[in-house]
């Protein structure tokens, strides 16, 4: 996993799986890089993002719609005053504020409205809400907002019972990344919803906690409870490398294709070469054996050799990922299972990204 070089991309959209959606801005991506990487790698790994919000309790959902007092056909029309002190949400014990919200309000503004302008938010979307309309940019953004909060809380208390903490490097690292982005807010925002480097360090430190979670837990788990252990892929992956550096060499034993991929090469800078270098044999045919074309070959099949090992590489790591989330997403439906995650429905409409 790429540690904290995630950036959010579509909020956090389809599972958070960043499937590029154009240019970032540096401020967004500086704001977005820790949450991202809970978004990139946990989220997904966790399954649904949807059910991750109701911790796959359908009692969660109707507690939150209870709490809100309406059903949720009459609640959109229903906004309140927020204040920095107002709780948008509940994750078992923990209480979510306004205030907190904010910080996660400012990041995705960060990310998005240098780029598509201050309209997006009002973009129809192709999803569809809890109330059954298609939902605009913005709801959608919110929805994911949940899902994220719900599942850091849950992953920071996993974190305690398993003792995962970030140690002296990481907090500071942390620490460095809220000072530059802090300096990036405007004054009348940080007046407004009275924030400071503490209130935002404690949404980024909660973030890289989740995801230390998943890289500890899931990087246990698949050697021990996946049959295609992380070794075992590991292996694959150097016998792979070990066959490909014999076949870049001209070895024609196994897969012929990195040969066949050299020679083409070779042969296409062969082509390049001028006359002068070119020798005529007795059948006709015109062959280059000059210095500059064993070079040339050389230099192909090294490269052909370079992105073949890349290439194998790139096909474990996929499989160690793949083996990670689905060993990740067990424990997540354990861990949640018993989570009552509470939104309250009236507060989250009231919320906007005109901040």
Not at 47 to 58: D, E
Not at 224 to 245: G, H, K, M
Request: charged content about 20%; overall charge negative; some cysteine.
């Amino acid at each position: 996993m790429n540690k904290r070089m995630l950036a959010l991309c579509l909020i956090l959209v389809l599972a958070f799986s960043s499937a590029g959606c154009g240019k970032k801005s540096a401020a967004g991506g500086a704001a977005a890089n820790t949450a991202g990487n809970t978004a990139g790698n946990t989220a997904d790994a966790a399954g649904n993002t949807s059910a991750a919000a109701a911790s796959g309790n359908a009692a969660g959902n109707a507690a939150a719609n209870t709490a809100a007092s309406a059903d949720l056909s009459k609640e959109v029309q229903k906004t309140v005053n927020l204040s920095l002190n107002t709780v948008m949400m509940a994750v078992g014990s923990h209480k979510v504020t306004y205030q907190e919200v904010v910080v996660y309000l400012l990041w995705m503004k960060a990310e998005y409205e240098p780029v598509y302008g201050d309209q997006v938010w009002s973009l129809l979307t192709g999803q569809t809400g809890s109330d059954g309309q298609k939902q605009t940019f913005g709801e959608y953004v919110k929805d994911r907002i949940v899902d994220q909060i719900a599942q850091v809380k849950i992953l920071n208390d996993v974190a305690k019972k398993e003792k995962i903490t970030l140690d002296a490097d990481e907090e500071r690292d942390l620490s460095s990344a809220v000072a530059k982005y802090f300096n990036t807010l405007d004054k009348d925002v940080i007046d407004r919803y009275q924030l400071t480097q503490d209130v935002i360090l404690t949404v980024y430190r909660e973030n890289r906690i989740a995801e230390d979670v998943f890289e500890t837990k899931a990087g246990e788990a698949v050697d021990t409870s996946n049959p295609e252990s992380l070794n075992q892929i590991l292996d694959n992956t150097a016998n792979l490398a070990a066959n490909t550096a014999s076949d870049a060499a001209g070895n024609t034993t196994g897969s012929a294709s990195v040969t066949n991929t050299a020679n083409a090469a070779a042969n296409s800078a062969s082509d390049t070469m001028t006359a002068d270098h070119a020798n005529t044999t007795g059948d006709g045919n015109t062959t280059d054996n000059s210095a500059e074309n064993l070079a040339a070959q050389e230099k192909a099949q090294e490269e052909a050799e370079d992105a073949a090992i890349a290439a194998a590489n790139a096909a474990a790591n996929a499989k160690i990922l793949a083996a990670q989330k689905a060993a990740f997403r067990t424990m997540y439906a354990e861990w949640s299972k018993d989570v009552k995650v509470l939104k309250y429905t009236v507060t989250w409409n009231s919320v906007n990204f005109t901040l």
